[in-house]
């Protein structure tokens, strides 16, 4: 059975990351890279999001963040409960692409969150991204709704809320 971890991204991690976001399979649904790499960069430093390598068997295989949605007044994601978090990934290797994979680090991910008290998650693939929302499903993500946000573009927004309390009788 693969293990699927996290590790905090450093700034020595950073080319990697550039070579992952541009990889066809990646770069389709990001944007220009030195943008992209300067606002990560921006990351390691920023209260509100954490970034990370995504490790299969101990080998980094992709790019993962969480963020707080209601730390920025004009996020479009705000009012979400209180300690919700937006994800976002991408898993850079070609080669572990349609296998599976993302559903189960976005699903080990889930499990960490909603044992240590996070209520939902939430995220916004492109809705031309079949991919990612089919992985995001598998996880149990629910699609909410679809729309043209500035900065933004078209999103498919979806929710994953923690599992009910199981009352003992």
Known sequence: MPSYDFRLLAAGDLPLVRHWLAQPHVARWWGDIDQEIAEIETILTDPHVEAYLMLLDGRPVGYFQHYDPNAEDDHPFRGEPPGTLGLDLSIGEVDLIGLGHGSA????????????????????????????????????????WVRDLPHFGPVQFMTCDAPAAKVVP
């Open 105 to 144: 680090f976005i699903r080990a991910f889930a499990d960490r969150a909603f044992a240590a008290g996070v209520p939902r998650l939430i995220t916004d693939p492109h809705p031309d991204n079949a991919a990612s929302i089919r992985a995001f499903e598998k996880a149990g993500f629910v699609r909410r």
